[in-house]
């Protein structure tokens, strides 16, 4: 990066943030605080909802996950369109009826004090490790990158949203959303045509496509019905149509965004808007992945794309393997791409046969260059074990720093940096909200003024950001950012989902039915993700496991119990 590329980053992200602040000044109600004015209209609110699920390792992750394994990681939303039907059809009519802060002020209503602080609880427990994550997301890689202090980066950037969540409470967060978005989207699009643009002069899109499907990049769909499996349309449909349920709907990151509406309308609108761009938007960033092997294919990539992995590789293995490693690595891609220019030219001259031989022998190169990159991948498991080989992560970065024009590089930098202010700024409103409003005026002051519960919310909301710092600061990942970011999801949303789905439908079963089964369901998948082989099951599958058993133990805890008593039918807040 030279010195336009920092001018565009800093203004970029400070202009809004400071935006953000100036436009948000002054007192303001409880209300006003935690939902805003209430007139947000619905196209602001999919915006907000996007910004908030849309966090860095979005925009920076699945661009590798594309170019690694193609657009099969699409499979993981194709259940979110029906979670969010069913979210706007159910659970919003009742937030609002409700008048709620918090979806945990739902659950006291519905059942008692115990439970609402349990559904608080495992929210403030996933949420607040999901913070830190979405700070450390960014960090690790573009610190790595571009040799900055890991710790300096990490502070700094979650200083920053700190600042103006804490100043403008939800509407501050709204509001900047819109204008980090703007900024990802700008981003990504000039990331895409230039990228476009960079390819082999006599390569069509159709080409492109051909080259692209040959290598197996463009399987979106996977029938399999095998468990192991991370990535099939059965796990994406339901595992991943009970995780949108869970996060969409029961956690007050998201519940906060669009409950703030101008009227039922507008709120369900902007989850419609999410419903009908959430897979489009997912596709288009793995075939930005795709599009960035197929590039590759003609340009000489590096051994290693994490850079640091490589170094640290260099530093502990004798340099007549690694320059070994590297002869043979250069070798064998150079053999691929002069067999891609003779598939090309086949291909053009309409000789069908003379194409699919040389479409071959480029493959036969790409997996002798592939089998390169397995034998530095184990040289650096067993010699440096501590270092991290993760490649996903990198790719797009990578690609971003060689071959984008300077002032787009801090374009893009400046969107993976929005993607998580803006994602950060989500989870930390409700962070502070549910701390608030289900723990603090709900446990320990009940007769506070509308003044003392703002400052209480406010200093919640810092405290929540000073832990995800830290949380950030310690954190470490052998998994790539956005699988590791849908496994801590996965890991705790199947459960509290199995409770909303008894709090919504099941009106027969009481609070203590409901709040056991939900703490040995919860304590079942946790048990089940440490203790099976990694991979033994897709991760997905643990939010239809936790909602599935939370919903039959409550059933089964409830008979033992017997027949629940009277109770008043929740109540609206004036």
Not at 85 to 104: D, E, G, Q, S
Not at 191 to 197: E, K, N, R, T, Y
Not at 320 to 341: D, G, N, P, V
Not at 512 to 527: E, N
Request: charged share 10%.
């Amino acid at each position: 990066m030279n010195t336009l590329d920092y001018v565009v980053l800093f203004c970029l992200l400070l202009g809004i943030a400071a935006y953000g602040t100036w436009r948000t000044r002054g007192p303001r109600d409880l209300r006003g605080y935690l939902k805003g004015d209430g007139q947000t209209r619905w196209f602001v609110i999919g915006l907000s909802v996007m910004a908030t699920q849309a966090s860095a390792t979005t925009f920076l992750s699945i661009p590798g996950q594309g170019y690694m394994d193609g657009l099969g990681f699409v499979q993981n939303y194709f259940g979110a369109p029906f979670a969010l039907i069913i979210i706007a059809a159910v659970f919003l009519p009742l937030y609002r009826k409700l008048n709620v802060y918090t979806a945990y002020e739902f659950l006291g209503r519905r059942f008692d004090g115990k439970t609402r602080l349990l559904g608080a609880a495992l929210f403030l427990l996933q949420r607040g490790i999901g913070a830190g994550l979405t700070i450390y997301a960014p960090a690790i890689v573009l610190s790595s990158v571009f040799g900055w202090r890991l710790d300096a980066t990490i502070i700094c950037s979650g200083l920053v949203v700190v600042i103006y969540t804490v100043s403008g409470g939800s509407e501050a967060v709204t509001l900047t959303q819109k204008y980090q978005l703007g900024v990802i989207f700008a981003g990504m699009t000039a990331a895409f045509f230039i990228l476009l643009a960079k390819l082999p002069s006599g390569l069509a899109f159709s080409d492109t496509l051909a080259l692209a499907g040959g290598f197996h990049k463009l399987q979106a769909v996977n029938f399999s019905t095998n468990v192991h499996e991370r990535y099939t349309v059965w796990s994406g449909l339901f595992g991943g149509m009970f995780l949108a349920l869970s996060y969409f709907g029961t956690d007050q990151s998201q519940v906060q965004r669009y409950i703030s509406g101008a009227s039922l309308r507008e709120s369900r609108l902007g989850l419609m808007f999410n419903a009908a761009c959430k897979i489009p938007m997912q596709f288009f960033i793995l075939l930005l992945g795709v599009l960035i092997f197929v590039f590759y294919q003609f340009e000489q990539p590096p051994v290693l794309f994490n850079q640091v992995a490589w170094q640290s590789l260099t530093q502990h293995v004798p340099a007549e393997k690694i320059q070994s490693l590297e002869t043979r690595f250069t070798a064998a891609h150079t053999e691929e791409k002069h067999q891609l220019e003779l598939w090309l030219a086949a291909r053009k001259s309409g000789d069908m046969s003379g194409a699919a031989a040389a479409f071959a022998a480029a493959g036969t190169a790409h997996a002798a260059d592939e089998s390169v990159r397995q034998e530095v991948t184990q040289a650096l498991q067993t010699a440096a074990p501590q270092t991290s080989a993760n490649e996903n992560d990198y790719v797009f970065i990578t690609f971003i720093l060689h071959y984008l024009p300077h002032g787009i590089i801090g374009l893009l930098v400046a969107a993976f940096f929005a993607a998580a202010l803006s994602s950060k700024a989500g989870e930390l409103n409700a962070l502070g909200s549910a701390t608030t409003v289900d723990f603090y005026r709900h446990v320990f002051k009940a007769d506070g003024t509308d003044a003392h519960y703002v400052a209480a919310s406010r200093w919640f909301t810092a405290f929540w950001g000073v832990t995800a710092i830290l949380v950030a600061l310690f954190a470490n990942l052998s998994e790539n950012l956005i699988q590791a970011a849908n496994i801590l999801g996965s890991v705790f949303y199947g459960a509290p989902l199995g409770l909303f789905l008894i709090a919504f439908f099941l009106k027969w079963i009481s609070g203590s039915a409901a709040f056991w089964s939900t703490l040995a369901a919860q304590a079942l998948v946790l048990a089940l993700y440490f203790l099976l082989p990694k991979d033994y099951i897709s991760y997905l599958w643990y939010n239809l496991i936790g909602a599935v058993v939370c919903v039959l133990l409550a059933t089964v805890f409830q008979a033992m119990i017997g027949p629940r008593g009277p109770e008043a039918a929740p109540t609206a807040t004036p």
